[in-house]
């Protein structure tokens, strides 16, 4: 059975840092990704990290580019998410995703069959 633990969110001031951790058993997977939701909002893409087979390539959202870094350890199973500069809109509910799906953007929601419960992040102004 496959499971997403992530760990690591809370609350800071903004411009500060917070690093999320997400640890994956009971498979491996190509790409992994971090999502969020804010309250009443869709749930959108945060950053994905391809598998070695694509040298373990990264896509950002144009909202985080230059603030947050996405990592994975594939020995270990897991893939962490370094935010950096945190301002109040990235306040939300933070999931970490994983598929083995091998191709596609992976920057939508639905090209994941794998996800966390999810752990709180909010930054206060």
């Known amino acids: 059975q496959v499971q997403l633990v992530e760990s690591g969110g809370g609350l800071v001031q903004a411009g500060a840092s917070l690093r999320l951790s997400c640890a994956a058993s009971?498979?491996?997977?190509?790409?992994m990704g971090w999502f969020r939701q804010a309250p009443g909002k869709e749930r959108e893409f945060v950053a994905t990290i391809r598998g070695s087979g694509y040298r373990f390539s990264t896509t950002y959202a144009d909202s985080v580019k230059g603030r947050f870094i996405i990592s994975r350890d594939n020995v270990a199973n897991t893939v962490d998410l370094r935010m950096n500069s945190l301002k109040p809109e990235d306040t939300a509910v933070y999931y970490c995703a994983a598929t083995r799906r091998g191709y596609g953007a992976l920057i939508t929601r639905y090209e994941y069959e794998y996800w966390g419960q999810g752990t709180q992040v909010t930054v206060s102004s």
């Open positions: 009971g498979g491996t997977f190509n790409n």
